[in-house]
């Protein structure tokens, strides 16, 4: 079932040479589907005919970008804005604590895991840098991390910022929710960077208990919508007043007084200011694109689970390679989008998979290989034989 579907959909990833290459970086950069360079051309188009009224238009991509991640997340009516990156929208969210507002008389305290993404992870680092109190739980071993999360959150707490799938691990963290809920119950605002989640785990704000967490996350890695199509969910009901203000926050209130800083309701109050549509032309054409094949999230989790299990048997019926690696210790059905393999020779793993024409990435001691649903079984395969081969050099 995989194989035929991939070879389907691959005349549709054409210019992207999924046929000729073999892509297993696809946690990081999927490949976009033909259709996103049409929604590129209509940016262009509209932009040539319309100039400076295109922005009726743009708008239009933007709230269809905004419904597809409220589908992903099961909320019809979900409070949604749009950014450049998760980075620009962490921002945003940090911004709104009362403790940048009005400084505590204590460092401030934000708790999260060793098992972030770049952007928090630097940020956060460099806040500690400057003697704000980041609490850094290990996510191992993830069994615990929940309790071991929560009994550093207490009333001094400022924020909680934790992932639903660990950027190192790919595993699924399925007690995030109960650290949400927590916190939510000391009136700690959390922050669930679930990038590696959508689109690829099926995923509920209710069922995961989130429904008062802030969400992250964005088009670049399993949506298939390139960069500039990151989103952050407020939760229902809040409204805020970030210190990182544009001027689109401005657009519901447009009819304040000069020199005051309103805010509009929800999302209204984090929205960005001025930026290039030709992103949400992208997504929204490559959106669509997923509704004509009937790509839903059901699907593509089932054509992940049997691509990551096809990797991991080949790596464990070969000597050679169980050898080389070590599996995290969760379960398949708890695995992510990528599958990650322990080393100490990750990057060079890396360099000699990509000499072969077969991309993946590490980070730290883990080789991520991430297939994608236009990646055959065949080419799995092919991967599986050239890692084979690269063991025993």
Known sequence: MTTDLALALQPHYSDFKVQERILLSGHSHQAWPNAAKAGLLECYHDASMHVDDKWDKAFIKAQRVKDFYAKLLGETDAQITLGASTHELILRFLSDLSCFKKPPKRAIKIVTTDGEFHSMRRQLNRFKQLNMQIEVVPVAPSNTLAQRLTDKIDAHTDAVMISAVFYGTSEIFRDVGQVAQYAHSLSVPCLVDTYHALNVVPFNLYSWQLEHAFVVSGGYKYCQAGEG??????????NGS??????????????????????GPGFNAFEGSTYDPSSHYRGAAVFDFFEQQQLDVDSLRAISQQQIAQLRHGITSSP?????????????????????????????????????????????????LGPAPYVSEYQLNQALNIMEDIATK
């Open 229 to 238: 199509n990151c989103m952050m969910r407020i939760p229902q009901g809040y």
């Open 242 to 263: 970030p210190i990182i203000t544009g001027w689109y926050a401005e657009f519901s209130v447009l009819d304040q007084a000069p020199g005051q800083v309103n805010y």
């Open 320 to 368: 050679k390679l169980a050898q080389s690696f070590e599996f995290a210790k969760h379960e398949l059905e708890h695995n992510g989008g990528f599958l990650a393999l322990s080393t100490q020779q990750a990057s060079q793993w890396v360099s000699k998979l990509h000499e072969r024409g077969v991309q993946s990435d590490s980070r730290g001691t883990q080789l991520r």
